[in-house]
């Protein structure tokens, strides 16, 4: 029980569940496992669930309704809300956030998602990239410097110069607390090590996410970069599995935080909306597609146990 006090403070104040060892009997302590809505409780449970990722681009006040519904609804008590990008409103709305987290201990954290996308959309409606994200960290620690501020990059993007110094300067970049690190390609998944490095170069003071995507992505996008060819559902698979293991390893082996799922459900594939939307899945292969998802998410299953 001492040990365990000591896991659970070390995490409050850390911001991340260090894998130490529990007890003297050798027993890791849980993963840091962060996942869309939408799984049922008995895969929570399996998955180890720690925190929510919700997306919500309208209002703060509706934002927060929504993160309380989605908390009680998954009984997860720890949720990253995922914001408007809109350069017009992100400012105003982070330092909203901030000023609610007060009174809202289950808001762990702010991100901006697709975050080399949001500043590309930026540049051009000629807005200042560096200044604008200053202003919205300042924004998020304004009334709760605990609230954490986080984004999701992706392995393609390390070398876009919208992460260089001349537009995202390096003193901005070292005030991210988090990065969420999905990988676009399957293709690319195997290299996840040496995107984690780079990542860490670029965010010298955040913590990695390593990015999961159990979900069959055949119609979405090709094999890998540069190519029009796409994954079988064989090899689909056979390159998820490849890079899991090599995600579930760092997270392990502490060279990344913990590991973030999207979409959720888990143990409710058939029933996911984003099916229907464009480029989703063909639906002459709808069915299988669900199927090799149910596999992988089988396979997360086992990799995390």
Known sequence: MYCDRIVRALAKCTGVLILILASSAGVAAPRYVISAPGNTPEWNKKLGVTELWVGCSSEPER????????????????????ISEDAKLVAGYALSYSQASLAEP????????????????????????????????????AKNPKLVFGLTVYEDQLRFPVLQDSV?????????????LFVHFRQNGPQ?????????????????????????????????????????????MDLFQTTLR????????GQVAGIQFWPG?????????????????????????????VAMH???EKALH
């Open 63 to 82: 934002c927060m309704k929504t993160l309380d519904y989605y908390a009680r609804h998954d009984g997860v008590n720890q949720v990253t809300l995922s």
């Open 106 to 141: 289950r808001l762990r954290a702010i991100v901006l998602d697709d975050f080399v996308s949001a500043e590309l959309r930026w540049q051009n409606e000629g807005v200042a990239v560096g200044p604008l994200v200053q202003q919205v960290i300042s924004n998020v620690k």
């Open 168 to 180: 995202l300067p390096a003193a901005v970049r070292a005030q991210v607390d988090r990065v969420s």
């Open 192 to 236: 996840y090590a040496s995107y984690v490095a780079e990542t860490k170069r670029i965010f010298p003071k955040a913590i990695i996410i390593a990015g999961v995507y159990p979900y069959d992505r055949t119609a979405y996008l090709p094999c890998a970069p540069g190519t029009k060819e796409h994954c079988s559902h064989a090899q689909e």
């Open 246 to 253: 090599v995600e579930v390893g760092m997270v392990d082996s």
């Open 265 to 293: 459900n888990f143990g409710s594939e058939q029933a996911w909306s984003g099916w229907d939307s464009p480029g989703a899945c063909e639906p002459s292969q709808h069915q299988e597609c669900v199927n090799t998802t």
């Open 298 to 300: 089988n396979a997360v």
